[in-house]
Each structure stands twice: as structure tokens, then as C-alpha cells.
């Protein structure tokens, strides 16, 4: 009998884009105190590099293999290389800073989930909080917390006999975002919405995985490369974009309508609609608006906020004309016959079952890890820590 041995390794890094962060915490982020962070690069090759250049704040590495028999997989298991690995924060107060190791909470695993086509999943939840305090009051007990929230992926790994594999977000924390790259190190998905406040006032204890329950991801697919070229250039410019907010429900465009600005959708997810005929629903990353800019001043398409959304409007004159036409040559949603699949789609949530041993509380054996809708609002972008972020 002929065996052989698939593997694949998928991964997903946390981080915090400029302005995502509300409220009376977001003044320690202008005031320089604390940082946001640029973006994780498109590729992924080493984790271990990327955290000792302080790129991600946690990251959530998950390595499956499995042996196939017959044409399926009858034996699967996790690799030890499967882990969390947690990145640190830096404080820092006029000319003095000083950094602080995440705590990192005992890693989930589930029991490998056999199929009947002959593939395994397997699911790993993976997080930890800075070990900075964050004092907050929160709707619940204990009314007041001085730890800082927790921070979580649930990853979920298919591997087929083929030696095919496939990665899910299959749970996530509402905050920060999150990044998921395939088997082969690609930006592969995001999480389409970051809530801060939320995340905030009930990421601990009994509303987490290591307690009762995990928080079902708002997946979208990544963006295009040109996309992400091109939208931190538009950050970047000398000429600084607008920020708007905006309620779920919210129509930035109307078909027909006038318009001469470029959209960057930073936070959320929108709904293109041709003719009251749904094309597709996006999310961070995605530029919009490309085709009035070139094409004469008139929107094709309505877009309308599928959920509360954070936009960076661009003036047309402060628009790269030649690089937004070779975007706009990619996109042509509007032309499309055949209207596309939706390409985000609310994971399940995964109700997943604690290690034996790890120890029960609020904070199940969390020990130091290695360093390594409202109404539509208008802000002008004056951070410098923002320019990077093209969602």
C-alpha cells in the first residue's frame, strides 16, 4: 500500500491600521505615546522576521499535515510549528520608550474533522493582550477592567489528498485587523471591520473562545496588488485624502450622479449595484470611483455601506491618471453580464473546546510571551502615522 504525506502552513497577522482606534484611547495614539502600524507585506516567508521588526502585533501560525491512503486522508495532525506568536507594543513619553511583551493565552485546538471527500480540517485559535493596562470601564462584570482586551484568530485548514489546501478566518476578535495568507504565503483574505469599541468592552473572559463563545469573522477577499500600490500612494500623497464615517445603510454614490473623486474603503464593506442589480460587495483596500474620475463625471454604479464604513476620499486632481487607468482596466464591474459572487460571506462561528489542562479563569494560563450606526462624519487626515495604511 502506497502512502505519501501532505502539509501546508497558513497564517494570519493582527495589527492596527491608522485612525481605526476611537474614543478617549485613540488620544495616546496622536499624541505619539503609542503607535499604529503600517501594513504587513503582501507575502509572507518568515513570521519570526517580521515580528523582530515589530510588523504585527500577534499572528496565529498554523501547520497542518495529514497522510493519504487510497485516495484519502485517514491520519492528521498538528505540527509543532503550529503556535501563536506574539509580537510587543512601545510606549513612549518625549525621548523615552520602552517595550512590552504580549501575553499570550494557551492555543486552541480541535479535533480533526474528517470528510467524506477525503479531506481534513483543521482549526487553531491562537491570541494573547499587551501587557500594557488599559483601565476601561465595561458593560458588564467586572464593570471595570485594568488588562487590556484579547486579541484572537480562529484559522481553519482544509488539506486535500491532492496536496490542495485551503485557509478559512473562521473567528476573530473585532479588533484590530486581521490578515490571513494562504499555503503559499499570499494575502489570501482580511477581516472586513474593525469596532473598537466593541472589542473593547467585551473581548475578555466568558466572550472569548477560552471562555463560552468566538466572534464570528466579516471576511472579504484581498485586494488586488495594483490595488494596494496604488492606494498607498494616494495615502502618501501631498495632497492628504478626507476621512469620512459612515452608517450601515449609507449611499456614497448614486448611478448617474456627478462625482469627481476617487474612493480608498479603509474599514467596512460596500455593496456595488448596477441598475438595482447587485455586482458584488467589498471590502478594505478596495478602490472605488476609478471610471467618473476617467471616464466623463458620472457614477456607474451606486455603492451603498453594507455596514458602518471608513472612507478616504481623493480629489481627482490628486489622482495618478495613468496608474488609476490600468486599475480601471481590471475592474469593469459595471460590464460584467454575469453579476459576481459576493466575495466576503459571514464565517460560522466556531465554538472550540479548550486543550485539556489549560487552566479555567479569566485569563486561562496566559503567561509572557517572547518579545519579538452613527451619523456620516468628515475629518481631515493630518496623522503622519497614516500615510502607509491602504487598508
Given amino acids: 500500500m502506497t502512502t505519501t504525506t501532505v502539509d501546508a502552513t497558513v497564517t494570519s497577522l493582527s495589527w492596527i491600521p491608522s485612525e481605526a482606534v476611537t474614543g478617549p484611547s485613540r488620544k495616546a495614539f496622536d499624541i505619539g505615546f503609542t503607535h499604529y502600524d503600517a501594513p504587513p507585506p503582501d507575502v509572507v516567508d518568515d513570521v519570526e522576521e517580521l515580528c523582530r521588526q515589530d510588523r504585527f502585533r500577534y499572528a496565529n501560525v498554523l501547520t497542518g499535515r495529514g497522510t ?40 486552541i485546538r480541535q479535533d480533526p474533522e474528517f470528510r467524506d471527500d477525503g479531506s481534513v480540517r483543521l482549526v487553531q485559535t491562537c491570541g494573547g493582550r499587551t501587557a500594557v493596562p488599559m483601565p476601561r470601564p465595561v458593560p ?29 478566518l473562521a473567528g476573530a476578535s473585532a479588533f484590530p485587523r486581521h490578515w490571513v495568507y494562504d499555503a503559499a504565503g499570499k494575502l489570501a483574505l482580511k477581516s472586513g471591520l474593525t469596532d ?9 473572559g466568558a466572550r472569548t473562545p477560552w471562555g463560552e463563545e468566538d466572534s464570528p469573522a466579516l471576511v472579504t477577499a484581498a485586494e488586488s496588488a495594483a490595488e494596494r500600490v496604488l492606494s498607498r500612494t494616494l495615502m502618501s500623497g501631498a495632497q492628504p485624502p478626507t476621512i469620512t464615517t459612515h452608517p450601515a445603510g449609507h449611499q456614497l454614490t448614486h448611478q448617474g450622479a456627478p462625482g469627481d473623486e476617487l474612493y480608498l474603503l479603509l474599514d467596512g464593506v460596500l455593496a456595488v449595484d448596477v441598475s438595482g442589480e447587485r455586482l458584488a460587495e467589498i471590502g478594505p483596500g478596495a478602490i472605488l470611483g476609478e471610471r467618473a474620475v476617467l471616464e466623463g463625471g458620472l457614477r456607474t454604479s451606486t455603492l451603498t455601506a453594507v455596514t ?16 488609476l487607468a490600468e486599475l480601471a482596466a481590471t475592474h469593469r464591474r459595471e460590464d460584467d453580464a454575469n453579476p459576481a459572487t459576493p466575495d466576503f460571506a459571514p464565517s460560522a462561528a466556531v465554538f472550540a473546546v479548550v486543550e485539556p489542562g489549560a487552566p479555567a479563569g479569566d485569563e486561562p494560563g496566559a503567561a509572557p510571551a517572547t518579545p519579538g450606526a452613527t451619523p456620516s462624519t468628515t475629518t481631515t487626515e493630518d496623522s503622519p502615522q497614516a500615510k502607509d495604511e491602504p487598508a
Fill in 68 to 107: 493519504v491512503e487510497h485516495g484519502r486522508i485517514v491520519r492528521a495532525e498538528y505540527d509543532d510549528a503550529s503556535d501563536v506568536v506574539m509580537g510587543s507594543t512601545t510606549v513612549r513619553v518625549g525621548r523615552l520608550g520602552a517595550t512590552f511583551a504580549a501575553v499570550a493565552l494557551p492555543v
Fill in 140 to 168: 458588564h462584570r467586572p464593570f471595570v477592567k485594568m488588562q487590556a482586551p484579547w486579541v484572537w484568530t480562529t484559522l481553519a485548514l482544509t488539506l486535500r489528498p491532492d496536496g490542495t489546501s485551503e485557509v478559512e
Fill in 196 to 204: 473598537y469599541a466593541d472589542w473593547a468592552a467585551h473581548s475578555f
Fill in 308 to 323: 458602518p464604513v471608513r472612507v478616504a476620499v481623493v480629489p481627482a486632481d490628486a489622482v495618478d491618471r495613468d496608474r
